[in-house]
């Protein structure tokens, strides 16, 4: 069964760290563009951390550049959020997102960027609570 799985979520005070955890079944991350998404209370969901499919190409969204970095570990199937430095505008709930990604090179280099600016994805999950606040 195809699912995906957030863990990792929490309270935490400004200037904090979390890391979120995607576990993923039923397919191979390695082969989909997959990312970070949030939604704040009263706005849409945004793209935060994507990665590409194959070699893993990274795009952050430009307010959490120098504090978050996405990785996954291929051997099991995970995807991980390493937040660092969090503001209490980061209070949103989190999803992880899959999306087949491209088999050309060219287009395989902004497979995560594109996920991430437009998340037209295949999977998603159940999301995970991130608050930061004193």
């Known amino acids: 069964q195809v699912q995906l799985v957030e863990s990792g979520g929490g309270l935490v005070q400004p200037g904090g760290s979390l890391r979120l955890s995607c576990a993923a079944s039923?397919?191979?991350?390695?082969?989909?563009?997959i990312g970070w998404f949030r939604q704040a209370p009263g706005k849409g969901r945004e793209g935060v951390s994507c990665?590409?499919?194959?070699?893993?190409?990274?795009y952050y969204v430009d307010d959490v550049k120098g504090r978050f970095t996405i990785s996954r570990d291929s051997a099991k199937n995970t995807l991980y959020l390493q937040m660092n430095s969090l503001k209490p505008e980061d209070t949103a709930v989190y999803y992880c997102?899959?999306?087949?990604?491209?088999?050309?090179?060219?287009?395989?280099?902004?497979?995560?960027?594109?996920?991430?600016?437009?998340?037209?994805?295949?999977?998603w999950g159940q999301g995970t609570q991130v608050t930061v606040s004193s």
């Open positions: 990665i590409s499919n194959g070699e893993g190409r990274t």
């Open positions: 039923g397919f191979p991350l390695d082969d989909y563009a």
């Open positions: 997102a899959a999306s087949r990604g491209p088999t050309k090179p060219t287009f395989m280099l902004i497979a995560g960027q594109a996920l991430c600016q437009r998340p037209s994805a295949d999977y």
